[in-house]
C-alpha cells in the first residue's frame, strides 16, 4: 500500500460526503495503491452511515465505529494503527487544507534520508503559506498562545503543530502512536516529539489553509490541551530531575529547620539587625502594593525623610508577587519562604546549566550544584541577606549569554530572553548581577585567549544579542532607575570603609556554619558572621588544584581556573597584608576600588564568584571519574568527599524573638500620636543599623505607625554619599552615646534646644523607652532634654510631645486620649 489517509470525524455530517469525494477523486488521479481510513469518533448524528455509504461505493475506503466520543488522539491511534501505508496522511474532515497540498508534504519528506524520515507537517506559520480564511481573532491569539506553550514545552523549534495536515512516514507512524497515551487535541504534539527523540525529521512545509465554519474546538479545550501538554512534559522528566531539586529543598529545609519549628517566635542568631530590616521590607511593600502605593519609596521608616526603596534592596522582584502571602501570613513567614526556596531554587538553576552546558553526569552535576549554591559563602549570607541567597536567575543569565555565543542560533529570541532576565535579576539584586558579570567577563577573556577562533565565530552574533538584550531591558527599567539615582533619598555610592577585603587566610580556612568551622577563628577573618565571603577550606582549594593539574589540557578547565583565581585576588581588597608577616601588598582591586558601581561593592565578595566555578571544576572530575579505573575511582571519590564534608553547612543557630512591648502590641501608642497630623513615635534610643529592633515593633502593628530612624542605606552630606541608617542627628547621637556608655552627662540649655528642633524635625507624638541597657541612664537623660518626668505605660517609659500635649510633670495618666 502506497498511501494511508487517515480522517478522524465526530458529528460531520454536513461536509463529510463532499470532503470523502474529494479525496477519491484527488487519490484516484493520483495513482498508486491506497486507502481511505473513516474513524468515526462516537458521533450522534449521520456522520457513521455517510461513511458507510461512501464504503459501500468504494473497496478502498474502510470505517472504523466507536461507541463512545474518546476525542481526536484516540481516534488517529485507531486510525493509524489499522493502516499499511508506505506513508500515512492523516487530514480534518473539513479539509481546511485542500488535498491538493499533499504533492508539497510528499515532496519535502522524499528529499530527506530514508533512515531519517519522520514526517513533513502542513503549516500555516511558515514563510509562504497562504491563509485564505482567518479564523476569529480570539481564536487565532489563542492559538499562537498555545504554540509558544506548546514550543516552550515539548517541541521548540516547530512553530505550528495543530496543523491537521501531516504526512508520516508509515512505520514510523504506526510506531508512535502505538506507543502514544494522549486521546485529546494535543496528540499531534505527543507524535511530533516522539519523532524528534528518535532523531527522525520533522520539517514543516508551508501550506493553503482556510478557516471553515463548524469546528469542533470549545473554549474549554484551550484548557485541556494545557493540561495535556502538562502531563506530556511530566511524562518525559527523568526521575532524577525531580529527585536532585527536591533532594535541595531537605537540605534547605534542614539548615532552617528551626525557623520552620517557629517563623514567627524565632530569630537567627547571628543575622544582626538584618532579619528585622528584611522583615520591613517584605511588610512595606505588601502594604505599597495592596494600597497602590508607589513600591519604590516610603516615609514610614526615616520620617520624615523616607527611604528610596529602589536603593535599598527590598527584592521587588519577590516582595511584590509575595505580597498577598505577606499581607495574610506575615512577613516573618515570607522572608523565610524566600530564603529556603532561594537556596533550593539555585542550586536546581546551577544544576541545571551545569548538565546543559558543560554535559556531565547527573551525579556531577548534583555535587557541583550543591557546592556553586551551598559553598559557605552562600551559607553565610543565608543567615539573612536574600539577595545573595535567591541567585536562580544567574545561571539562566550565564547559559543564555552563552547561547549568543552560536551564530547559528537565534540571536533575537536569545537576546531578548537575556534583557527579560537581566532586568528581574536587577529587581532581586543588582550587586549579585554585578559580580556574575566580573565572572563571566573573567571566564570569556580567558577563554577567547585559550580559543581565539572560536572568539572570531562568536564575537558578532554575542554583540549583537547582548544589543538586544539592553534594547528590552533598558525601557523596562528606566523608571525603577531613574528613581534609584535621582530620586528622592538617592545616593552616589556606599561608605564601607577601610578592611572589608579577605584576608588571604580566609580563602583557606573553614566558616563558622561549616562542618569543620571555627567560629572564634572565622570571626577574626570576616567583618561578620553575615560576611564570611571565602572560607572555602584548604582542602577544597588542594582538589581543586589537583583537578586543573590533571586536566590543564581542557581549555575550559583553564578558563575557570583563571576565573577563580582572580575573582579570589580581587576580593583580597586594594591593599592585603602577607599573613603572619608585616608585608603589605597592593591588590587588583585598586582599580576598580573607585570606579562607578564598584566603589559600593563589598570587596570580598567577590570571592562568591569563585563558588560557581569550583563547583564546574568539581563537576568536570566527577564526571571524569566516572569512566576512570575502579581503583581510581575510589581514590577521586575519596578526594572529593574529603574536600566537601569540611565545608558542609550545619543548621542555623536560632534564639527566641524579644516579644514585642505591649505598648505597641496592645496599640496604647495610638492614644499619644495624632495620626492626622502625621505625627511619629520616637523609640529611644533612636533606631539605627545596630538597633533596629523598632523595625519588628512597627510590622507587628501593620505599618500604623511612622518612625524616624531605622535601618536602610541612604545619603549624607552634601555629596550624597550612600551610609547605613538615617542622618545623625544631636538627639539620636547623644541617646545612643548614653545607651551604650551609661553615663548620663551634664546638659545645657543648647542640648535642649537642639532637642526641641530634633523633636520638631521628626514631628514627634511620643518617646517611648522599652527595656534596654542602661535603662536608668537614659531615661534620666531623657527627662532632663525634655524637663519633665517620663510615664510608665504598657511596660515602657513615654514622654508624650505632639503638638497639644499636656505639661507632665509627674506620673499623671492624662494624655490626648484621655
Known amino acids: 500500500m502506497d498511501l494511508s489517509v487517515v480522517v478522524p470525524a465526530y458529528n460531520e455530517e454536513s461536509r463529510l460526503a463532499p470532503t470523502l469525494d474529494a ?58 494503527l489499522a493502516s499499511y501505508g508506505h506513508r500515512v496522511l492523516i487530514t480534518d474532515a473539513d479539509l481546511a487544507t485542500p488535498i491538493e497540498e499533499l504533492d508539497r508534504l510528499e515532496k519535502e519528506l522524499s528529499a530527506e534520508p530514508a533512515e531519517a524520515r519522520g514526517a513533513a507537517i502542513g503549516s500555516r506559520a511558515r514563510p509562504g503559506a497562504t491563509i485564505e480564511r482567518h479564523q476569529h481573532r480570539l481564536r487565532e491569539l489563542l492559538g499562537r498562545a498555545g504554540n509558544c506553550a506548546i514550543r516552550a514545552l515539548a517541541v521548540p523549534g516547530i512553530r505550528d503543530t495543530q496543523c491537521g495536515f501531516k504526512l508520516f512516514d508509515g512505520d514510523r507512524a504506526r510506531e508512535a502512536f502505538a ?49 495535556e501538554l502538562t502531563l506530556l512534559k511530566a511524562r518525559t522528566i527523568h526521575p532524577t530531575t525531580l529527585l536532585v531539586p527536591l533532594l535541595f529543598l531537605v537540605l534547605a529545609v534542614f539548615l532552617y529547620r528551626d525557623r520552620w519549628a517557629d517563623p514567627g517566635g524565632t530569630y537567627l542568631f547571628d543575622s544582626g539587625q538584618d532579619q528585622n530590616q528584611w522583615e520591613w521590607f517584605f511588610k512595606v511593600t505588601s502594604d505599597n502594593v495592596l494600597h497602590l502605593r508607589n513600591p519604590l519609596f516610603t516615609t514610614l521608616q526615616n520620617a520624615p525623610d523616607g527611604v528610596n526603596l529602589m536603593a535599598n534592596t527590598v527584592m521587588l522582584g519577590l516582595s511584590v508577587p509575595l505580597a498577598p502571602v505577606t499581607a495574610l501570613f506575615g512577613p516573618a513567614l515570607s522572608l523565610l519562604l524566600v530564603m529556603t526556596l532561594g537556596l533550593a531554587g539555585t542550586a536546581t538553576a546551577w544544576y541545571w546549566m551545569i548538565r546543559r552546558q558543560l554535559s556531565v553526569s547527573w551525579p556531577a552535576a548534583a555535587v557541583g550544584a550543591a557546592l556553586a549554591a551551598f559553598a559557605p559563602p552562600m551559607i553565610s549570607h543565608a543567615n539573612a541577606h536574600p539577595n545573595f541567597v535567591v541567585l536562580f536567575m544567574i545561571p539562566l543569565i550565564i547559559d543564555r549569554a552563552l547561547r549568543l555565543c552560536d551564530p547559528d542560533g537565534p540571536v533575537v529570541r536569545n537576546g531578548v530572553l537575556l534583557g527579560l532576565f537581566a532586568t528581574y535579576q536587577v529587581l532581586l539584586g543588582e550587586e549579585a548581577l554585578l559580580l556574575a558579570v566580573v ?40 523608571v525603577p532607575l531613574y528613581w534609584q539615582f535621582f530620586g528622592p533619598q538617592s545616593y552616589k555610592s556606599v561608605l564601607h570603609g577601610d578592611g572589608v577585603g579577605n584576608s588571604p587566610l580566609a580563602l583557606l580556612s573553614f566558616a563558622d556554619r561549616s562542618l569543620a568551622g571555627d567560629r572564634d577563628t572565622s570571626a577574626r577573618l570576616a567583618i561578620n558572621f553575615t560576611e564570611q565571603n571565602a572560607f572555602y577550606g584548604w582542602p577544597l582549594v588542594a582538589l581543586v588544584f589537583a583537578i586543573v593539574v590533571r586536566l590543564w589540557e581542557r581549555a575550559l578547565v583553564k578558563a575557570l581556573a583563571f576565573t577563580a583565581v582572580v575573582a579570589a585576588l580581587l576580593s583580597l581588597g586594594p591593599k592585603f597584608r602577607i599573613p603572619m608577616t608585616d ?50 575511582r575510589v581514590v577521586g571519590y575519596v578526594a572529593v568527599a574529603a574536600a566537601l564534608l569540611p565545608i558542609a553547612p550545619t543548621p542555623f543557630k536560632t534564639t527566641d524573638r524579644v516579644p514585642v512591648p505591649r505598648f505597641y502590641a496592645e496599640g496604647m501608642w495610638r492614644s499619644y500620636v495624632d495620626e492626622a497630623r502625621g505625627e511619629t513615635v520616637v523609640p529611644i534610643p533612636v533606631p539605627n543599623a545596630a538597633n533596629a529592633e523598632a523595625l519588628h515593633w512597627q510590622t507587628s502593628t501593620d505599618l500604623a505607625f511612622k518612625l524616624p530612624g531605622g535601618y536602610f542605606n541612604g545619603p549624607w552630606g552634601p555629596d550624597r554619599m550612600g551610609i547605613y541608617g538615617p542622618v545623625p542627628r544631636n538627639t539620636s547621637n547623644l541617646l545612643r552615646d548614653v545607651a551604650d556608655s551609661g553615663k548620663a552627662p551634664g546638659l545645657s540649655d543648647a542640648w535642649r534646644a537642639e532637642a526641641k528642633k530634633d523633636l520638631a524635625y521628626w514631628n514627634a507624638g511620643v518617646l517611648v523607652l522599652t527595656p534596654v541597657p542602661n535603662e536608668d541612664a537614659v531615661r534620666a537623660t531623657v527627662e532632663d532634654l525634655l524637663g519633665k518626668k517620663g510615664k510608665r505605660v504598657g511596660g515602657a517609659w513615654i514622654w508624650d510631645v505632639g503638638e497639644g500635649a499636656p505639661s507632665q510633670t509627674g506620673n499623671g495618666d492624662t494624655h490626648k486620649g484621655s
Open 23 to 80: 479525496l477519491r477523486a484527488r487519490l484516484t488521479e493520483r495513482g498508486g495503491s491506497w486507502e481511505l481510513i473513516v474513524v468515526d469518533d462516537g458521533s450522534t448524528d449521520d456522520t457513521h452511515r455517510i461513511a458507510l455509504a461512501a464504503a459501500a461505493d468504494e473497496p478502498r475506503i474502510h470505517v472504523i465505529h466507536g461507541e463512545h466520543n474518546r476525542g481526536k488522539g484516540h481516534a488517529l491511534r485507531r486510525g493509524v
Open 179 to 227: 506507543v502514544s497515551r494522549l486521546d485529546g487535541w494535543t496528540i499531534d504534539v505527543e507524535i511530533l516529539q516522539y519523532l524528534r527523540r528518535a532523531g527522525l525529521t520533522v520539517t514543516e512545509v508551508p501550506v493553503r489553509w482556510a478557516h471553515q465554519s463548524g469546528s469542533k474546538v470549545r473554549p474549554r479545550d484551550y484548557a485541556k490541551v494545557l493540561g
Open 439 to 478: 565572572g563571566m567577563l573573567l571566564f570569556a577573556l580567558a577563554y577567547a585567549a585559550l580559543r581565539p577562533q572560536v572568539a572570531r565565530t562568536a564575537w558578532r552574533s554575542l554583540l549583537r544579542g547582548l544589543g538586544v538584550a539592553a534594547a528590552v531591558a533598558l525601557p523596562l527599567l528606566a
Open 583 to 632: 608585608v603589605e601588598l597592593t591588590g587588583p582591586w585598586r582599580l576598580l576600588a573607585h570606579q562607578p558601581l564598584f566603589e559600593s561593592v563589598i570587596e570580598s565578595r567577590v570571592a562568591m564568584v569563585c563558588a560557581p566555578a569550583l563547583g564546574m571544576l568539581v563537576a568536570l572530575a566527577v564526571d571524569r571519574l566516572g569512566t576512570a579505573r575502579i581503583s581510581h
